[in-house]
């Protein structure tokens, strides 16, 4: 069975620290994909980016940036220069091509707090 | 476009009660499911559906019904709550075509039973 973990449940960092978190996957199917989401304090959940499993290469898009590893079943994501918007919990998730429905199974999450 | 929708926002209810939380899109969306999210645990799926007149088990259905009769809607069923159902639940849709597709999450219920 898929399986998502989220080491780091609580990241504190101070405005302007790059902060990194940690996703570590589990799956026996060779096709899946991966998602990033956000949920700010005020509860919803904002989607951030989606990797397929073909696809390793990293990505930045503005001070995000996702590195993803196979080798290591590993879909970290950082944040550069930090901003106190940024705090919020981060999940990642996995869904399996397999999987019908769109089935997603989440990590726990990671809380990032942003001092100024 | 309002995208997905939810109500109530806020729900208590006592040990017993039962109630239906509300899902609604107006996104032609085929996949529609329900999740949902406990301190430290991250979301967990209840049920899903792929389709008007199918649903199937998620990972923790147990004490919920669904049914979706319409594209757009697709109520989850508390029909006896317990303590153990105070959660935050999520309503997603997408559009089908496999797991490529992002899920467009609405903005949850707080569910506190008593």
């Known amino acids: 069975a898929q399986k998502v973990t989220q080491a780091q449940t609580e990241i504190s960092v101070v405005e302007k620290e790059d902060v990194t978190l940690d996703c570590v996957y589990e799956?026996?199917?060779?096709?899946?994909?991966l998602f990033w989401y956000k949920q700010p304090p005020s509860g919803e959940l904002v989607f951030l980016i989606r990797?397929?499993?073909?696809?390793?290469q990293n990505e930045i898009s503005g001070r995000y940036s996702w590195n993803f590893q196979k080798s290591t079943s590993s879909f970290n994501f950082t944040i550069t220069a930090s901003q106190v918007v940024d705090s919020a919990v981060y999940f990642c998730?996995?869904?399996?091509?397999?999987?019908?429905?769109?089935?997603?199974?989440f990590g726990g999450g990671t809380r990032v707090l942003v001092k100024p | 476009n309002a995208g997905v929708t939810q109500t109530p926002k806020f729900q208590v209810l006592k040990t017993g009660q039962s109630m239906t939380l509300q899902c609604a899109q107006d996104m032609n969306h085929e996949y529609m499911s329900w999740y949902r999210q406990d301190p430290g645990m991250g979301l967990r799926l209840i049920h899903y559906s792929v389709g008007a007149g199918i649903t199937d088990q998620g990972e923790v259905p147990n004490g919920y019904n669904v049914s979706r009769s319409t594209t757009e809607d697709f109520p989850l069923r508390l029909l006896s709550a317990a303590p153990s159902q105070t959660s935050v639940y999520f309503c997603?849709?997408?559009?089908?075509?496999?797991?490529?597709?992002?899920?467009?999450f609405g903005p949850g219920t707080r569910l506190t039973v008593l």
């Open positions: 799956t026996r199917d060779t096709t899946y994909y």
């Open positions: 997603a849709s997408g559009s089908g075509g496999g797991p490529v597709d992002e899920q467009f």
């Open positions: 998730a996995l869904s399996e091509a397999r999987a019908a429905g769109n089935k997603l199974t």
């Open positions: 990797r397929n499993s073909f696809d390793e």
